[in-house]
Nanobody, 123 residues
Framework: VQLQASGGGLVQPGGSLRLSCAAS???????VSWFRQAPGKEREFVSA????????YYADSVKGRFTISKDKDKNTAYLQMNSLKPADTAVYYC??????????????????WGQGTQVTVSS
């Protein structure tokens, strides 16, 4: 399975972006998730959703502003990001993996990764 992340760019504070994560090939991975990594920082969890279920999780820092979704017909996941802040600036990665619920927050539990897309929030 290969993951292709896209949709990043430069946006002003308060603006919106929608990231896409298109998968080629099939996987039985339970979760599709988004992580991000800012310069000089560790990769951090952003959001996760079950590919064949309804459980969805968000980091506290994005709750209420970001929405994860999926289109199974297109084999694509999305991350709608609203009310963006400069602190959201990072490279965003999508990932697929199968783990227990408590493991979705740890990047080590994911076996498939997209190449990353840069999101820059700046005036």
């Amino acid at each position: 399975v290969q993951l292709q992340a896209s949709g990043g760019g430069l946006v002003q504070p308060g603006g919106s972006l929608r990231l896409s994560c298109a998968a080629s090939g099939r996987t039985s991975s339970r979760w599709v998730s988004w992580f991000r990594q800012a310069p000089g920082k560790e990769r951090e969890f952003v959001s996760a959703t079950e590919w064949n279920g309804g459980h969805t999780y968000y980091a506290d820092s994005v709750k209420g502003r970001f929405t994860i979704s999926k289109d199974k017909d297109k084999n694509t996941a999305y991350l709608q990001m609203n009310s963006l802040k400069p602190a959201d600036t990072a490279v965003y990665y999508c990932a697929r993996g199968s783990t227990i619920v408590s493991g979705v927050y740890d990047s080590k539990n994911y076996g498939y990764w997209g190449q990353g897309t840069q999101v820059t929030v700046s005036s």
